[in-house]
């Protein structure tokens, strides 16, 4: 410390001796350097261990770990749609978040039935949300405590604008979870239900869900009941979870497939449930 003390004054006054205004700039300096030191340095490590982290990230999630996860009997879902996959995460982060593996056959029945639904609406595109992780039976995708298994993928309602009347690719909800169709008088009302017997997790979604598009985007009923349709028709496809006043409302038949959940899950009628 003595010595730094004495290096400092001895080129402030040599800086001013010789300048005048040498040892003057010399102090600002030396308070500059000491801050970026201090600081923007910490700040460059930070942003070089973050991008060290993201790059070995990306790299593992796109490169890496589709191949070992196809090894244990997931694959991803399509990242994007394409003329051949019209199916794609409703949002990138689903996938970034690698919560997009199912089974083999569970992505080739959902690449069939987007085909099929495909042929009598042809601009369509099914949104997939959450699936499953790509690895270990049993470990849970929170907060679906039943997507641990490859087994199970949820799909986003069909929507379309309201002005133009026109089917969309998108959904009023950011993550497609969240904006309810919510039951009518004279329809049974399970969320009520539900939430009387103090499932208060049963509507939560709602509650944290941005409802601001639900308005401008409404939902398209024929493709929804359609999509559902083609999905209960499918043989390799078991249960069908969606809320009963929507089951009711769209006259959907197959009671062993198309099933409630019951009200320790959450409410169904913002999404479609699908599982092996
Ligand atoms: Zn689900």
């Given at each position: 410390m003595i010595l730094k003390i004495l290096k400092f004054a001895t080129n402030f006054i040599l800086l001013t001796l010789l300048t005048q205004v040498g040892g003057v700039i010399y102090m600002f300096y030396v308070l500059l350097k000491y801050f970026v030191e201090k600081y923007i340095g910490k700040l460059a490590q930070f942003q070089y261990r973050l991008s060290l982290f993201c790059t070995l990230y990306l790299a593992f999630t796109f490169l890496i770990i589709p191949p070992i996860a196809k090894q244990f009997g997931r694959v991803p879902m399509p990242y994007y749609s394409t003329n051949k996959t019209q199916i794609k995460p409703l949002n990138f982060l689903t996938v970034l978040l690698n919560r997009h593996y199912v089974r083999p056959s569970l992505k080739k029945q959902m690449l069939l039935i987007t085909k099929d639904l495909q042929k009598e609406f042809p601009n369509t595109r099914i949104n997939y949300l959450d699936a499953n992780f790509?690895?270990?039976?049993?470990?849970?995708?929170l907060p679906h405590?039943?997507?641990?298994?490859?087994k199970k993928l949820d799909l986003a309602f069909c929507y379309k604008n309201k002005t133009t009347g026109k089917e969309v690719n998108t959904s009023p909800a950011w993550l497609g979870y969240g904006v309810n169709e919510e039951p009518r008088k004279?329809?049974?009302?399970q969320p009520n239900i539900c939430r009387k017997k103090?499932?208060?997790?049963?509507?939560?979604?709602e509650k944290i869900a941005p409802q601001w598009n639900k308005e401008k985007l409404p939902l398209d009923e024929k493709r929804t009941k359609r999509l559902i349709q083609l999905l209960a028709n499918?043989?390799?496809?078991k249960k069908i979870f969606i809320e009963p006043h929507l089951k009711t409302r769209w006259g959907l038949k197959g009671d062993d497939k198309i099933r409630y959940h019951g009200c320790h899950a959450v409410r169904h009628d913002d999404h479609i449930h699908v599982q092996l």
């Open positions: 790509p690895f270990i039976n049993g470990f849970p995708l405590l039943s997507h641990n298994d490859g004279g329809e049974i009302n103090g499932y208060w997790q049963y509507g939560f979604l499918n043989k390799v496809i």
